[in-house]
């Protein structure tokens, strides 16, 4: 993982994960995600991980400590890999570095519409996703 007392900023060519804790986010025919798997509401910042200087060991890690951190706990079904550059070329978002404890590799892409306006979030949403390479998490493979 990267060093928390080095964190560089997030580069346009960065893979970064947004780990996937519902069933309801995957589309079981296609092997794709929803766009809701990208949807910040009802926040306005959406919360990744970086791919850079971190085994696939550490980012599994990494997901499954997000998954049973929630209330109630969940599963952890997956990641859906984007380039930074894709969030980047959506009007207003940027990713930045914003390290969280036990995950320096921690960033928020920011700059999403208001939380207020929703549906303005999931047209955004919807572009990222058909770009985005779902990842299944490996106890749950094919």
Do not use: C
Not at 67 to 94: C, E, I
Not at 98 to 106: F, M, R, S, V
Not at 115 to 134: G, H, L, N, P, S
């Amino acid at each position: 993982m990267l060093d928390p007392a080095n964190v560089p900023e997030v580069d346009d060519g960065e893979m970064t994960a947004r780990f996937v804790v519902s069933n309801r986010h995957v589309n079981r025919q296609t092997g794709t995600l929803k766009a809701d798997a990208f949807v910040p509401h009802p926040y306005e910042e959406l919360s990744v991980t970086r791919l850079i200087q971190i085994t696939d060991e550490e980012v599994w890690g990494v997901g499954q400590a997000v998954a049973v951190a929630r209330k109630p706990p969940r599963t952890l079904y997956g990641r859906g890999d984007v380039l930074a550059s894709t969030y980047r070329s959506q009007p207003n978002l940027d990713v930045i570095a914003a390290p969280a404890e036990g995950n320096p590799n921690h960033a928020s892409v920011t700059g999403w519409p208001s939380a207020d306006d929703e549906t303005a979030q999931v047209m955004i949403a919807k572009e990222i996703a058909a770009v985005a390479r779902f990842v299944v998490r490996p106890e749950l493979g094919p």
